[in-house]
């Protein structure tokens, strides 16, 4: 069985960039593999599709659940410009979410920085999955996303992610759970599950697919109340504590 956690943290980090490339491939096994630059092999992968602007780097981190080992990869629509696994860093970090529990760190986990440096906004692609095929569950960790003016307002604004859907999630019958967790007290996150023209998507009876504060009523679906019990840690006693605006949610794929 396969769970994909998406847990957003807003923050601002530094620029990095990756130079070199090696072909992205839907595979066999129903998930996405790639054989990276350094002969490092994904099976069994998902991914993940960021549009970010230039300016801001990102880190992504892969937290394994029960044993779990990731590898992670960083490209294009097209390519995976760099991999990385068992990452010291990511070693350290653990998370506590109402759809995993506590995990705890473990060296095997998986991180990458990356960046767009292009004008306006481009797409980053990011491969989780394994060295050597097998199934679990892990937590994808994003940093560095940021809240500005050039977001926009009203439906549809702000940053969009997008989750290719492959047989290998579909099959495992359990849903995508989404969070977004702010690092300062003055953000209050707010999602929307949205089209590709960015019309917030809703239900025959009218329910709009959003969530502001989790496990209330402005909350379309199950989800949880957040609170300190619940946070993302990248080292011993410090980390970012989940908080009643934050948000979060459950979508059966």
């Known amino acids: ?4 956690t998406v847990l957003l943290l807003v923050a601002v980090l530094l620029v990095v960039a990756f ?4 072909q992205k491939n839907k595979g066999s096994g129903s998930g996405i593999e790639v054989t990276c630059p350094d002969g490092t092999q994904i099976f069994n992968g998902v991914e993940v599709i960021i549009n970010m602007r230039a300016g801001f780097t990102y880190t992504a981190t892969a937290i394994g659940v029960n044993g779990y080992d990731p590898v992670i990869g ?9 991999c990385n696994d068992d990452d010291s860093v990511a070693g350290q970090y653990t998370v506590s979410l109402p759809s995993t529990g506590f995990v705890d760190s473990a060296r095997t986990n998986a991180q990458m920085d990356f960046d767009y440096t292009g004008s306006g906004f481009g797409n980053t692609s990011i491969i989780v999955g394994s060295p050597d095929g ?3 569950e892990f937590v994808l960790v994003f940093e560095g996303m940021a809240v500005t003016a050039n977001d926009g307002s009203g439906v549809g604004a702000g940053d969009p992610f997008a989750i290719r859907l492959t047989p290998n999630m579909v099959d495992t019958g359990v849903p995508l759970e989404i969070y977004m967790i702010s690092k300062v007290q003055q953000l209050d996150p707010f999602m929307q599950l949205v089209d590709v023209e960015k019309n ?3 239900l025959s009876d ?13 909350c379309w679906g199950s989800t949880s109340e957040l609170d300190s019990s619940h946070f993302v840690s990248n ?3 410090q980390g970012t504590p989940a908080g009643s605006v934050d948000s979060m949610m459950s979508i059966d794929l």
């Not at 130079?19 to 090696?22: E, I, L, N």
């Not at 329910?207 to 989790?214: L, P, S």
Request: net charge negative; proline share 5%; with cysteine.
């Open 1 to 4: 069985m396969r769970r994909l």
């Open 200 to 202: 917030v998507i809703q």
């Open 206 to 218: 009218g329910t709009r697919i959003e969530c502001d504060d989790a496990g209330t009523s402005s």
């Open 235 to 237: 080292r011993p006693n």
């Open 19 to 22: 130079p070199v490339s090696a």
């Open 74 to 82: 960083v490209g294009d629509a097209d390519s995976i410009d760099l």
């Open 134 to 136: 097998s199934t679990g």
